[in-house]
């Protein structure tokens, strides 16, 4: 999981940290402001916990480095946009973080700033008596919107690559409504409070004097800040916005490359931008789930032309297709910047699902493959609804398959009563004893199983399996949209005439000589056993195993 959630390079990364350090600082400020709603001492203890970790220095380094590093990061990305094509959520994103630092400055000046320089108590009470009923105090209001806005869209970027974020989000929208609901039903709690209390002379110049409020030529200092900061945020947002047009006047004038896609239009784009900006200002469909971050994997292509032109993939892009297992003519969308005529195949269709794999994505490799069976299978369920027999194989598969997980396996496909597995790893040795892992799992999961079955006074289940190495082809196998990875080769078919064998040799479990090679164990001569195997002229030497949960011994040297 962390691999996925911090692909990318440092900018994209140090964009993620420092935006979560900014995400928990505006989070727990607003549940201070709502912290109002439960009493107003409960709100300054908050807040008193709050600022002592904020306002130590730690914490005002922390803070400000994830300021001003993800505002530069933020300006560095726009000032490179290529084109103004882009989703929804990302506009709205990029225009309320443009939106928060005007807004922001103004805050951080009559709080932080105020506090430093003129030692002000810059509780909840002051703030409010500054702002309520005011433009600016709308402002903030309208600057707690953007800002949670703004959060919550960075958080669903970064999560939405993840296996479970369409799980959650349903309760996190909840959570997303929730909070500044309550910070904002908190501020107005405070307002009204505050508003009794300077209504009234006497208590007005207590609470005055007990907050430090500012006098006049306090507020003229911060003023005075306040104009200079604004004057430069305008210059810089100014020098971007020509920075800008004079990169696109350049980049109008360049001659053109032609890019074709593979079931696709042919069309001349402008150098400098990359594949996935030409896509979009071509109009052209093309898959990115992480909208371009170089995240996740969704928009690569496979480059039928013009590869050698292309410049070379940088560290985090090859760290995301090596993690994909992606051919070496694989490239990102996002990352690359097309330099001559180039053919693309997008390997993703417009659905989301993937297209027909170019025949590139094949690949070989030495894996570990396990097949296992059901014993008597038939037999058993014979005249059994069809519910009860669902119900046995999934509850046998709910046993079985964690084992084949936790050991890094795969499951490859399931095959009514059984199961094919791979374990993908990064040699053949740590696959082969990734193999014996989940044997040895297996092997436990199934005397568990098999304990409860007889409890409810059924009958045992037996099964079959067998483990072999060897040279693999994997790849996206079947009809255009419906081709899911699997792997083929003789290896895949020892292992399934391996498991066939454990019934006639009345075991639970056959393990081929090339996996206990690959994981160096060296069993006693007298404990293997030449088999000969249909489809495979020389006799193949294996090592049958009466209880699958011995695979364990076999790695301790106790067998």
Known sequence: MASVLWRGNWATRARIASGLVLMLY???????????????????????????????????????????????????????????????????????GITIPLILSSHIIYTHIAFQAIGVDTRLGYVTALIWDTTDGWLQVVLMAVTWVHAAIGIHMWLRITSWWGRAIPWMIGIAVLVPTLALLGFVTSGRAVREILQDPGTRAMAFEAWGFPDQQGFDFLRTIDTRVDGIMWTILGVLIIFILIRWTVASIRKPVRITYVNGPTVRAARGPT????????????????????RCTTCRVIVEDGLDDLPPPSAAERRALHAVGAPPNARLACQVRPQGPTTVFRVFAEDGKRGRAHASQGKEARLAVLFLDMRGFTARTDGQLP???????????????????????????????????????????????????ALEGIGAALEKFNATLTQEGSTPVSIGIGVHLGTVVLGEIGAAGRAPRTLIGDTVNIASRLESETKALGVQAIVSIDILIAADISPPDDSLVSLTLRGREAPLQALPLSDASDAGALQTGSF
């Open 26 to 96: 505006v989070t727990l400020h607003l549940l201070n402001i709502a912290a109002v709603l439960i009493s107003p001492s409960v709100a300054n203890a908050f807040q008193d916990l709050r600022l002592a970790v904020t306002r130590s220095a730690p914490g005002e380094v922390l803070l400000g480095t994830a300021l001003i590093t993800h505002l530069l990061l933020a300006l560095y990305k726009i000032a490179m946009r290529r084109s103004l094509r882009m989703s929804l959520g990302e506009g709205i994103q990029i225009a309320f």
């Open 275 to 294: 594949l996935l900006e030409t896509s979009r200002m071509a109009g052209v469909v093309h898959t990115a789930l992480c909208g371009g971050r170089g």
């Open 387 to 437: 519910y009860d027999v669902v119900f046995l194989l999934n509850r046998f598969f709910d046993e079985i398959v964690p084992p084949i997980l936790a050991a890094d396996g795969t499951i490859d496909k399931y095959m009514g009563d059984g199961l094919m597995a791979v374990f993908e790893t990064r040699d053949d040795t740590s696959s082969a004893r990734a193999a014996l892992k």
